[in-house]
């Protein structure tokens, strides 16, 4: 075969094959968006349901297991006492004021504060994570100036990726977190604290009053 011709079969299968290339990677790409549509599907008929079976047991005249809330009272789980978990939420809410979101409040949600995961049922565990909503008009503005895409018709974001952390200057916060609970610590931006709480059981990250102790006899 002459040079000529040689190079111009070579030609030719280096163009298939990278036609090949990006079709297949089209195709992963189409399927981890498909993936992720289906997810995000699913937790929110999840959510849907939840918010149902609320509606009409209350209007039964009883009260659900576990209804959306902004719970104030005692300590989610995975905290030794109300000391340690003050001492998280005071972590916590410096580091966002630190980082520049004063308008910002934080709430926890998922399997500490329900007792279970909603997609495995697992109870709350050592090696569990912490869910925490941050829900406020000056983080969510940032978010969106950043880029991060937003679900649930614009109203929150998923959950936050190490760059996304990094890049809102949350990242020093977050690995003392996890320092302090020995567990990771994942971050999801809402636009309204309302927003956070309406769907989901919440306990919002605010100190509780530590009891006192009693003198010995």
């Known amino acids: 075969m002459a040079q000529g011709a040689l190079a111009a079969v070579l030609r030719g299968l280096v163009q298939q094959a990278e036609r090949l290339g990006a079709g297949i990677a089209e195709s992963v790409a189409r399927f981890t968006d498909r993936t992720a549509d289906i997810a995000e599907a699913n937790l929110d008929r999840i959510l849907r349901t939840d918010d149902d079976v609320a509606a009409r047991m209350a209007r039964a005249g009883r009260r659900p297991a576990c209804l959306p809330t902004r719970d104030v009272s005692g ?36 399997s500490s504060v329900t007792g279970v995961s909603y997609l495995s049922g697992q109870p709350f565990r050592p090696e569990s994570d912490y869910d925490i909503a941050l829900a406020g008009p000056d983080i969510f503005r940032r978010a969106r100036e950043l880029g991060v895409s937003l679900r649930s018709d614009g109203t929150r974001t998923g959950p936050l990726t190490p760059t996304q952390i990094d890049a809102l200057g949350l990242r020093p916060m977050q690995a003392r977190l996890h320092a302090m609970a020995g567990r990771d610590v994942n971050f999801m931006i809402f636009d309204t604290i309302d927003r956070a709480t309406d769907r989901r059981p919440s306990r919002l990250a605010v100190p509780v009053p530590i009891p006192a102790r009693r003198a010995a006899p």
């Open 75 to 110: 300590v989610p789980l995975g905290f030794a006492d109300a000391s340690g978990y003050n001492e998280f939420v005071g972590t916590l809410r410096h580091g966002l004021r630190g980082a520049g979101f004063t308008r910002t409040e934080a709430v926890f949600q998922g």
